[in-house]
């Protein structure tokens, strides 16, 4: 069974930095794929990062050059580093695995930018 626990969120200063983590368990995590989403109140859940198996690494122009994912296979976990935070990063952080016929998804986890 798959298992993604996101960690590391809470509340920050705007221009601070915070790193997220997302644990892995129930699966072979380094042939897969890792992407980070975000989900503000009202909005749509947005793509923030993506990593690929072979550590290629994708950014929307919002978080590009602020945030950086990384992984690390022998420990499964994928990591989401956020710099320079402002007000409008503030939202709940998913980790997701995309796999063949269902995509796996962390609870969450909550990061408050403070201005």
């Known amino acids: 069974q798959v298992q993604l626990v996101e960690s590391g969120g809470g509340l920050v200063q705007a221009g601070g930095s915070v790193r997220l983590s997302c644990a892995a368990s129930g699966m072979i995590f380094s042939i897969a794929a890792v992407n980070w989403y975000r989900q503000a109140p009202g909005k749509q859940r947005e793509l923030v990062a993506s990593?690929?198996?072979?550590?290629?690494?994708n950014y929307p122009d919002p978080v590009k050059g602020r945030f950086t994912i990384s992984r690390d296979n022998a420990k499964k976990t994928a990591y989401l580093q956020m710099d320079s935070l402002k007000p409008e990063d503030t939202a709940v952080y998913y980790c997701?695995?995309?796999?063949?016929?269902?995509?796996?998804w962390g609870q969450g986890t909550q990061v408050t930018v403070s201005s």
């Open positions: 997701n695995i995309p796999g063949a016929t269902y995509d796996y």
């Open positions: 990593i690929t198996n072979g550590g290629r690494t």
